[in-house]
């Protein structure tokens, strides 16, 4: 069985600062993860995703994630907070090495104070 | 890539009514998803679209309320049966190329609202 959980449904940041959206995993079997966007009254984005290769992930507008096998996360990073990145943000489970279905974390709303 | 269009982009329907969702990719797909999200909540997978048989529920998700087709491999739709408005909710079809069988792309969403 798989699971993902994010910590934290709404995180607000200024503009300019760091951004950290946190995502830890269980999974039975090695996992593919991702982080998807959706932006308001949009469908979802793909921002990046981790499929066994590199472990330190990057993706599309500047973001990146780290897995972390022995803590079990890939948080989502960005050095610096831009006002368009203000959307809702899920991290995502699917089993590694074979099309799946994803599970869905609860998601995180991300706010950019200007 | 994968472009995936759903019609109706939106739609108000009335209790006790039905609605089909139609999900069109415009290349051919190994696997189809039909997923809900309700209002302020996150994606729970309705069910596998699968080509040529019966869809695979999700635990929750039953046939007689979700019925879905899946024709061919660009094609699917999802029926919300007997609607109530407890089934007002944005649903997402989504797809898996063969050439990527680690990515999934996802249409632009079905925004549903019951009266």
């Known amino acids: 069985a798989q699971s993902v959980t994010q910590l934290g449904s709404h995180v607000s940041v200024s503009e300019g600062a760091l951004v950290l959206l946190r995502c830890n995993y269980s999974?039975?079997?090695?996992?593919?993860l991702f982080w998807y966007v959706q932006y308001p009254n949009q469908g979802l984005q793909l921002l990046l995703k981790y499929t066994s290769a590199a472990t330190l992930v990057k993706g599309i507008n500047g973001f990146e994630a780290e897995f972390k096998k022995s803590e079990t996360s890939f948080h989502l990073t960005k050095p610096s907070a831009h006002m368009s990145d203000a959307a809702e943000y899920f991290c995502?489970?699917?089993?590694?090495?074979?099309?799946?279905?994803?599970?869905f974390g609860s998601g995180t709303r991300l706010s950019i104070r200007p | 890539s994968a472009v995936i269009s759903q019609k109706p982009s939106r739609d108000i329907c009335q209790r006790g009514t039905s609605l089909t969702i139609q999900c069109q990719v415009d290349?051919?797909?190994?696997?189809m998803f039909w997923y809900r999200q309700q209002p302020g909540q996150s994606l729970t997978l309705i069910a596998t679209?699968?080509?040529?048989?019966?869809?695979?529920?999700e635990s929750g998700f039953v046939i007689d309320k979700f019925p879905i087709s899946r024709p061919n491999l660009t094609f699917s739709t999802l029926t919300v049966s007997n609607m109530s408005p407890e089934d007002s909710s944005i649903y997402l079809c989504?797809?898996?190329?063969?050439?990527?069988?680690?990515?999934?792309?996802f249409g632009p969403g079905t925004r549903l609202t019951v009266t």
């Open positions: 679209a699968n080509q040529g048989s019966e869809a695979t529920y």
């Open positions: 999974s039975s079997v090695p996992p593919y």
């Open positions: 290349s051919q797909v190994t696997m």
């Open positions: 995502a489970v699917s089993a590694y090495s074979s099309a799946s279905k994803i599970i």
């Open positions: 989504s797809a898996i190329r063969e050439e990527a069988l680690d990515e999934q792309y």
